[in-house]
Each structure stands twice: as structure tokens, then as C-alpha cells.
């Protein structure tokens, strides 16, 4: 992977503090300190990504909620995705959105190909799929993998997404191999939720 350098684009005063603080006090800290990971959260402004009215918390450590259940989380997440992901130059890539478009601008001058998919619409997928994508990265924390996602990826691909394990919300990866998706949670993340892959809760009585 080439190497980039941590430049910010042109900005205000106080977004260049909010964003050099991101860096310095929320992923450095976190052992994230990968070049071609601080260069894109460096380059990539949060507050575009979210109305007007929520741009001055766009730096904060924590996930900010928006409507009809989207959301941007938090810097570190995005930070540990990509460097668990380490996205290559030749990647076919299938980013599931958390309804923002973030993720998918973080990613997309990193690899050779990049489609966007919501929630929704992943979730719904049938597990006839092509299996096309090398990288598949999901915005936000899961329940369960439907067989449809893990059909859109390779055999040999690889996956980053966040999971609920016991009501905990944990960083996982994995790869796709002999046409079976396991993931493997690699540390305990704070992570919105993606309801639309929740389990189906069954039948209690009262």
C-alpha cells in the first residue's frame, strides 16, 4: 500500500484543532497510528457527513445518533476497521452503510472498486450471490451474518465488521473459506447497532 501523507485539506481553524485533537488524543492513544489510516480520517471531514446541526460534536469520541436509525460512530471504530481491514490497491469492495456515506469515502481511494449498500438492503439479500467482492466492511455492529452477505464475498475475502456477543459490541473479522464466513472478535468495541441483522426474537409468555 502507498503511503500518504497527514495532511488536512482546507478547513476552518477550529476544525483543524477538532480533527489534529482526534488524532492525537482518540486514535493515536488507541494504538491506531498507521499512516494510510490517519491520513484518510485526517483528509475526510466528519461533518460533512452529518446535517448542520450536528457538526459541531463531529469530533467527539462517541457515536452520534441521526434520523430513521442512522448513525456516524465514533473515530476510533473507524480507525480499528481500517487497520483491521488494510484495504488493498486491488480490492473489489462492498461497504454496508451505517447511512452516512463515511465509511465508504474513507475507503474509496484506497481500493480499485467500491459499491455502497444499506443496511436494509443487505440484510434482505438471498444467498445467491456472485461472490465478487474481495472486502467486505460493515458500518456498524451485527447479531447474526445473513448466508446473503457472506455469498456477495469471495472465497479466499475477507470481512470487518462489528458484533453483538452478549449484548456487547465487539470488532470481528474474518474470511471466507471453503464457502463459510466465520468471524472472530478481536476486541470490545463501541459500536451502534444495525437492527436490521437482529436476531428474530422468539415467542415468550407472560
Keep these: 500500500m502507498s503511503i500518504m501523507t497527514t495532511t488536512l485539506p482546507d478547513t476552518s481553524p477550529q476544525t483543524v484543532v477538532a480533527r489534529r485533537a482526534m488524532i ?16 484518510r480520517l485526517l483528509s475526510v471531514p466528519r461533518e460533512d457527513f452529518l446535517p448542520a ?11 452520534i445518533a441521526l434520523e430513521d436509525g442512522k448513525h456516524l460512530a465514533a473515530p476510533l471504530f473507524y480507525g480499528k476497521l481500517l487497520l483491521e481491514a488494510a484495504p ?7 461497504v454496508v452503510g451505517g447511512g452516512t456515506g463515511y465509511l465508504a469515502a474513507l475507503l474509496r481511494p484506497l481500493v480499485a472498486d467500491l459499491s455502497e449498500m444499506t443496511a436494509a438492503e443487505a440484510a434482505a439479500l438471498t444467498a445467491g450471490g456472485t461472490g465478487r467482492y474481495s472486502l467486505i ?11 446473503g452477505v457472506g455469498a456477495q464475498l469471495a472465497e479466499g475475502g ?21 464457502g463459510q464466513v466465520n468471524l472472530q472478535p ?12 437482529d ?3 422468539g415467542w415468550t409468555f407472560a
Design 186 to 197: 478481536t476486541e470490545d468495541l463501541g459500536i451502534p447497532v444495525l437492527h436490521a441483522f
Design 88 to 94: 488493498m490497491p486491488d480490492d473489489t469492495v462492498l
Design 53 to 63: 446541526s450536528k457538526a459541531s460534536v463531529a469530533y467527539i469520541d462517541r457515536a
Design 137 to 147: 466492511v460493515v458500518d456498524g455492529a451485527i447479531e447474526q451474518l445473513p448466508d
Design 158 to 178: 475477507r470481512i470487518v465488521t462489528g458484533l453483538v456477543l452478549r449484548q456487547v459490541t465487539r470488532l470481528a473479522s474474518g474470511r471466507k473459506v471453503a
Design 199 to 201: 436476531v428474530p426474537k
Design 24 to 39: 492525537d488524543s482518540q486514535l493515536r492513544t488507541s494504538g491506531v497510528n498507521e499512516e494510510y489510516v490517519l491520513a
